[in-house]
């Protein structure tokens, strides 16, 4: 499955300063669907070169990362089980900043 991932608001640092990026997630044989909840730990282990604790709390992002999937916050069309198709374009933005 091809996907857009777009990193801002600083969590680009977290990527090597990469903000966007033209990914491939290979599929298990069974599946035909991608979640978020599958893409955030696949981010995490092939994206995140440092401090994933920023970008990561458990399962799902820290508070204050705003999730877009085509535009719409991720809140609107079910969050980790927010099922993905090939060639959306995912957007995480940090709302905090320092000051």
Known sequence: ??????????????????????VTVNLEAEETKLTMKQLLSWVRTNLIKERP???????TVRPGVLVLVNDCDWELSGQLETMLEDKDVVVFISTLHGG
């Open 1 to 22: 499955m091809q996907l857009t991932l777009e990193f801002g608001g600083g969590l680009e640092l977290l990527c090597d300063s990469v903000r966007i990026h033209e």
């Open 53 to 59: 604790e920023m970008f990561m709390k458990g399962d």
